[in-house]
């Protein structure tokens, strides 16, 4: 495919598994457009990848939460660029006791992993389908498979995205866009986020993950037209295997463990 002019558009890709994903499309001569929230340091990672791999990478920095931001943010890719490879990596996790929650913390979570993920996708799809070969790839989370107490909204928004992408690839299996949906367990992002996902014990450890390593393989396997990687295929056999009312019981007491930490 000659990608010289076109672009691939990654949300979520200043930090973990977004700017990993940037990356690797960047090694392999992809241009990308990068997405992602503002003073995260987008623009010092757009300029190392111009450098470093001779590519474009032109950035946009908005709240994917504010259904506005979303329409103004397709309209911008669409009037500039052509793009073959979308990417739905943006989405907020939360981890807290559902009577503490604000009404804006329950509104944030499902306005980016939920509404975001399927407008961009709405929107950019006539885009996708004007190239001869078109990929869109969206981040759902082991978290899919299986209720969770004390992170209620989040599990629910990823069975949605899980859901959705597979709908999707049925529905556009007779053209040139292919989908496709990855189940990523935890990531070893930052320092913090190790700490905490440890604190959940052999559950949490099971499924931390390198994002170099997870976004590698997802877009090897894009590119194979595998519709739904697992890149934990350990975790997604418990998750599988265990019955719902073990495998519940057992993740909320791991988050729970996480809280009380």
Not at 26 to 31: E, F, G, R, S, V
Not at 171 to 186: C, H, I, M, R, Y
Request: hydrophobic residues 40%; positive net charge; aromatic residues 8%.
């Amino acid at each position: 495919m000659d990608t010289k002019e076109s672009y691939a558009v990654v949300t979520g890709a200043s930090q973990g598994l977004g700017k990993a994903f940037a990356e690797n499309l960047a090694k392999k001569n992809i241009n990308v457009v990068l997405v992602s929230l503002p003073n995260q340091n987008l623009k010092e990672l757009s300029q190392e990848l111009e450098e470093q791999h001779h590519i474009k990478a032109p950035y946009y920095e908005t709240d994917l939460s504010v259904n506005e931001n979303v329409m103004k943010l397709t309209e911008w890719i669409n009037h500039s660029f052509d793009i073959h490879i979308l990417i739905n990596n943006a989405g907020l996790g939360g981890t807290k006791k559902f009577t503490e929650a604000s009404s804006d913390y329950i509104n944030t979570i499902l306005q980016v992993n939920v509404a975001a993920t399927s407008l961009i996708t709405h929107q950019l799809l006539p885009n996708l389908l004007r190239q001869p070969k078109a990929y869109i790839l969206n981040v759902s989370s082991m978290a899919a498979f299986s209720p969770i107490g004390f992170k209620t909204v989040y599990p629910a928004t990823k069975t949605f995205i899980h859901s959705f992408s597979r709908g999707l690839h049925e529905e556009l299996k007779d053209t040139n866009v292919f989908v496709s949906v990855v189940n990523p367990g935890a990531m070893k992002t930052n320092v913090d986020v190790c700490k905490r996902i440890e604190k959940q014990g052999f559950i949490g450890r099971l499924t931390l993950l390198n994002p170099d390593k997870v976004a590698s393989y997802c877009i090897r396997q894009l590119f194979k037209k595998d519709s739904v990687i697992m890149v934990n295929p350990i975790s997604w056999l418990v998750m599988k295997i265990l019955p719902i009312w073990i495998k519940l019981p057992l993740m909320t007491q791991a988050i729970k463990r996480e809280i009380e930490a």
